[in-house]
């Protein structure tokens, strides 16, 4: 029974399911408290923390025996958006009788990811992780001047990979997996805005796959020489055939449908031993956001009753990072990073009103006898300040024009791991 202890916990570790995003537009990247403190660079190389197989696999011939490691992060987001204009085009007349501000949309977060490996022999490791790979969730005040673009938005992902990894030889180790990904959205706005409709009705659009995505992740890892690690790792597309339900006001809902295909992304990082104590690593991260693009909403007839126009960007981040050993069972870290969002002012709504941003990173970890090891990250996040403009080229556009600043936008987040071998 000890081997299946690595899948057990892993999986167990995802009950909850991140609500909020920040690796650009809403891909997760918080999946490991060791990366965090880290700024994620390094994040594709060896360490002692298992997650980093989560980027690639081929990691997993760096531990021995059988290991489980959990991650719970929170992640504490602000931002409001202060509107300066508001205004309904087809007759000219500025939105009245509501708030020109969201008040603060942001929402606080639990991400969960847990890790398994099982060293088979000396070439081959099988693992389990379980992540959240994807999710967002905010939420302005109800009645407000932009309630015909969010009233509240929440994407939500659980995500289980089965992977193997062989090392081929000393210096070269490549691993592979196979992704089983559930996902969830519910989308609510207004159906229009004072002074034209006071009160106005909600539409809701709920869709999920029951039947689950599929994708694949594969990577490999190279050491040169002693010291040095160069590490890549690739996670591919999922498609997820989303079921639901569009809701307006006390209306019966209309069953709607929807096929929605998630980015890849590719990772590359490397890792450097500069003396007995000291580390240097970084990574480089490409997420081909920009196959995201509109996606129609079709009922049972197959007639389009909406349409999802998200037209991103590729995404790209970029990290630098050190690691050192303060004695035998302490070690800090530090990292910085800047991150180019896959969303601008061209297709930026109130959804989801990301930017570029800078990350300041730093942790912690304690390695009691040789059993148990505990990590503490924490990130802060400087967005870069940007506008809302919706308007007639946006592709969003609902005939109102809005525009104005994206306000006191910040980040914090708190992550805390451990590590068991047996």
Known sequence: MSRYLPITIASLSTLLIASDAFAGAFAVREQSAWFQGLSFAGNATVSKSLSSMYWNPATMTGHDGIQVETSQT?????????????????????????????????????????????????????????????????KPQIEWAGQVYARSSRVLSVNVTPMAAYELTEKFS???????????????????????????????????????????????????????????????????????RLIVGGNTPTPIRANIIMPETVTVSFQQVLNERWRGMGTFEWTHWSRFGTFPVFNLQDQVVSELPF?????????????YDFTENFTGRFGLAYEWSPIDESNRTPRLPDANRF??????????????????????????????????????YEGITIQGPVNDTNVDIVSLGARLKF
């Open 74 to 138: 929170v992640v504490f987001p602000r931002a409001t958006i202060d509107l300066d204009t508001a205004t309904i085009d087809a007759l000219n007349i500025p939105v009245s009788g509501v708030p020109y501000s969201s008040g603060d949309i942001g929402v606080d977060a639990w991400v969960p990811a847990g890790y398994g490996t099982w060293k088979v022999d000396e070439r081959l490791t099988l693992g389990v992780s379980s992540n959240a790979p994807y999710g967002f969730e905010t």
């Open 174 to 244: 490549v691993g592979v997996g196979w992704q089983l990904q559930y996902l969830q959205v519910r989308l609510k706005s207004a159906t229009g805005v004072p002074p034209i409709a006071a009160n106005s009705p909600t539409a809701e659009l709920r869709g999920e796959d029951y039947n689950l995505g599929f994708g694949a992740t594969v990577g490999a890892l190279f050491k040169p020489w002693e010291g040095t690690q160069l590490g890549i790792g690739y996670r591919s597309p999922i498609e997820h055939n989303l079921k639901g």
């Open 311 to 323: 037209q991103y960007n590729d995404g790209y981040f970029i990290s630098l990072g050190t690691e």
């Open 359 to 396: 990350w300041i990173s730093a942790g912690l970890s304690y390695f009691y006898e040789d059993w148990l090891e505990v990590d503490i990250g924490y990130s802060h996040l400087f967005p870069e300040s940007e506008n809302i403009n919706i308007n007639p080229d946006h592709p969003f």
